[in-house]
């Protein structure tokens, strides 16, 4: 591998390269500061970028945004975009949980509106969201019933009474990817899927409510409806079981297929297969279907936390007044128009664990905030912060219109458990005035704040490339870990 080097371009600051040498089709190149590429010495996340700049028709380089980390296949935080017609399509550039992503729900009331009652919020949403490996839902759907969630999505939720119509206006892809196909999912992924709508899942999925501590645009925000010390409530998941199986059937059938079109690729776990393949097809149909079952899943979620704020808030008056600011995806394969080395044309963008960045004037941004860009939504940690930034036209040049989606795991999970102790992290929040529910110990421990790379990091380098704009910083309150 080539030496890992800034951008000699003074005013990229946040930009490293990576020189292409032996398979590379393109450059690798790193969006981050200083502290983060020290960092990912001796990791394996270095490697995978390299790797990544090897796939079939790659254009322009292997991305990789500030929170990257080792991944399957790709990093997480990579980013990589083939031609649309024939170019190669890789389950390990999207991931085993499809569509994971982010939504965030704005409220009328301020923080010292509901600190008194903040323990209660935590107790009822505890017991409202099934959380946990394995957890079911009220949900049970027939066959037929999913089939119409993998076309449908979040628009499928909205129709059985689980949120508005305005959240699909306010949802990447109006909550519903074109392409699926039902028929493109195994038998056991449906088995996996009958009962997991509405059901957080494990791992770094959470609900959290939290509250505005800083603004660094004014007019964004209020084009965004956010103003300070309000009240927000996020929700993290994604397409549960179903998702996971589909992304372990698929590797399967692209192990098969890399031997038929080749060529050989320096990492097993890239293996895909051309987009105008057979197996490229099926992949790509069942990959939005999953997308679709996850946008179903965290639409039934937004129900939940809506029917719980109002129960303990009752001075909300309504689940109208808890609006959808926006939902942005992770982990998803995306056809869409860019322009490359001077031409329009469309390409599928790998995006795995990294959030799109639409710039102002985007047709694909909600009217409402066309203005301005679309919002980016950067999940931290639950002890520390989060951050709502704006997409870029910067982000279209740099990164085929992407940005990071969180802090970026700085341990592996079983380093957390080998190094932190439950009593010291639950005195930590407590201290903070956290209050934090978990389906285990366990997984509250490989959750911990010093488990992630500092989130005020990450959006320095993001912020500093160009990326995405910050437009607010919040503070958590409240937390559901799964």
Request: include cysteine.
């Amino acid at each position: 591998m080539s030496a890992i080097r800034p951008a000699r371009d003074k005013e990229r600051e946040f930009h490293w390269i990576i020189e292409p040498t032996g398979p590379m089709r393109v450059p690798g190149v790193i969006y981050a500061t200083q502290s983060i590429i020290d960092d990912l010495h001796g990791t394996k996340a270095l490697q995978q970028v390299v790797n990544v700049a090897s796939l079939p028709g790659i254009l322009e380089g292997s991305f990789a945004m500030p929170d990257i980390h080792e991944g399957y296949g790709f990093p997480i935080g990579g980013v990589a975009a083939v031609p649309a017609d024939d170019g190669y399509i890789t389950p390990g550039g999207i991931g085993y949980d499809i569509n994971c992503g982010v939504r965030v729900l704005l409220s009328p009331l301020t923080e010292d509106q509901v600190k008194e009652r903040l323990e209660r919020l935590v107790e009822a949403l505890f017991r409202k969201v099934p959380t946990g490996v394995g957890k079911e839902g009220p949900i049970s759907l027939s066959q037929e019933e999913l089939r119409r969630v993998l076309v449908d999505g979040a628009r499928w939720a909205v129709k059985k009474g689980y949120g508005l119509q305005e959240d699909l206006v306010r949802c990447e892809e109006g909550g519903a990817m074109q392409g699926a196909d039902p028929g493109a999912v195994s038998e056991r992924a449906f088995r996996r899927g009958r009962r997991g709508l509405g059901t957080l899942g494990s791992g770094n999925h959470f609900i959290e409510a939290g509250s505005v501590s800083e603004i660094f645009d004014e007019e964004t925000a209020k084009v965004y409806g956010l103003f300070p010390r309000q009240v927000v409530f996020w929700v993290h998941s994604g397409s549960r079981g179903l998702g996971h199986q589909v992304c372990s059937d698929y590797i399967v059938t692209m192990r098969r297929a890399v031997s038929k079109y080749g060529p050989p690729l320096p990492d097993r776990q890239l293996d895909g297969a051309p987009l105008s393949s057979p197996e490229g097809r099926q992949y790509f149909a069942a990959m939005a279907a999953a997308a679709n079952y996850a946008w179903a899943n965290r639409q039934v979620l937004t129900h939940y936390v809506r029917e719980v704020a109002c129960e303990v808030f009752p001075e909300i008056g309504g689940e109208e007044n808890l609006p959808l600011l926006y939902d942005v995806a992770h982990n998803i394969g995306k056809m869409e128009k860019h322009t490359v080395s001077g031409r329009d044309m469309k390409v599928l963008v790998h995006r795995k664990g990294a959030t799109r960045s639409f710039p102002p004037g985007h047709p694909d941004i909600p009217e409402k905030y066309r203005k301005k860009g679309q919002p980016v939504l950067v999940p931290g940690d639950m002890g520390r912060a989060s951050y709502i930034l704006s997409g870029t036209e910067e982000a279209m040049r740099l990164s085929f219109g992407s940005a990071c989606h969180g802090a970026g795991r700085a341990k592996s999970r079983a380093e957390a458990k080998r190094t932190l102790s439950p009593e010291a992290l639950q005195g930590e929040l407590k201290e903070k005035g956290i209050h934090v529910r978990a389906a285990s110990i366990k997984g509250l421990i490989e959750e911990a704040p010093s488990a992630y790379k500092d989130v005020e990091e990450v959006v320095l380098a993001t912020h500093g490339a160009g990326l995405a704009k910050k437009v607010a910083k919040l503070k958590p309150l409240v937390v559901i870990k799964g």
